[in-house]
């Protein structure tokens, strides 16, 4: 069976530190990857999405950075963290197919300092 | 770029049915309605999906209207651990599988 690993589950950094979030995805070959972020008490914002190795697709403008250097492999980083970027990060994934919903890791809970 | 609207919040007793609309009514023809559903400080739950038909689940039941431009999820016995953050989301097939993600609708059922 398919599943989603997120980590960290919780994070403390320090402004101007530097960030990398990792998501993996076990169980599936070349599937839609995806980053939102959700601030305190509201929904969740799209980030990055990815087709394929390499392919990063940027939703908003904003400090942080993804890549995909593997098929199952998702990578959200900051070289220099703002208080901004505090949030709730998740990751998801879809399998290949036209009619697929959406899964979702477990989230990571990122707090700037 | 959410395309739907959902009241922010709904309250519902243990037991009973909980009927939570959603309005999209700039839907397109292939555009299907997702429902998730997110528990505090867990990621979203994907509960059920159709594009024009109802649909049924183990977990629920999603109405479309016949000019589909609005939807209810069903939840038809709801528990007190049914209490969650209800997203409802308009996807288009081919654009890449991306969601948007609105504001939802917070559930609380009342013992």
């Known amino acids: 069976s398919q599943t989603i690993h997120q980590w960290p589950a919780t994070l403390v950094q320090p402004v101007g530190s530097p960030l990398s979030l990792e998501c993996t995805v076990e169980g599936t070959s070349n599937p839609n990857l995806y980053w939102y972020r959700q601030a305190a008490g509201r929904g969740l914002q799209l980030l990055f999405y990815s087709v394929g190795i390499g392919q990063i697709s940027s939703e908003v403008p904003q400090n942080l950075s993804a890549s995909r250097p593997q098929d199952r492999q998702f990578i959200l980083s900051s070289k220099k963290l703002l208080l901004s970027d505090s949030g709730f990060y998740l990751c998801a994934w879809i399998p290949a197919g036209r009619d697929q919903p959406q899964h979702f890791g477990d989230g990571t809970r990122l707090s700037i300092l | 770029d959410a395309k739907t609207t959902q009241p922010p919040s709904m309250d519902c007793a243990e037991g009973r049915a909980a009927n939570l609309p959603c309005n999209h009514s700039?839907?397109?023809?292939?555009?299907?309605v997702y429902w998730y559903r997110q528990i505090h400080s867990q990621g979203p739950q994907y509960i059920i999906h159709g594009l024009k038909n109802n649909e049924t689940n183990e977990m629920a039941s999603l109405i479309i209207t016949e000019d589909r431009k609005s939807s209810t999820l069903i939840l038809p016995h709801a528990t007190l651990r049914d209490t969650a953050v209800y997203y409802c989301i308009v996807r288009v097939i081919y654009n890449f599988n991306k969601f948007y993600f609105g504001s939802g609708t917070k559930l609380n059922v009342k013992p």
């Open positions: 700039t839907i397109s023809g292939n555009e299907y």
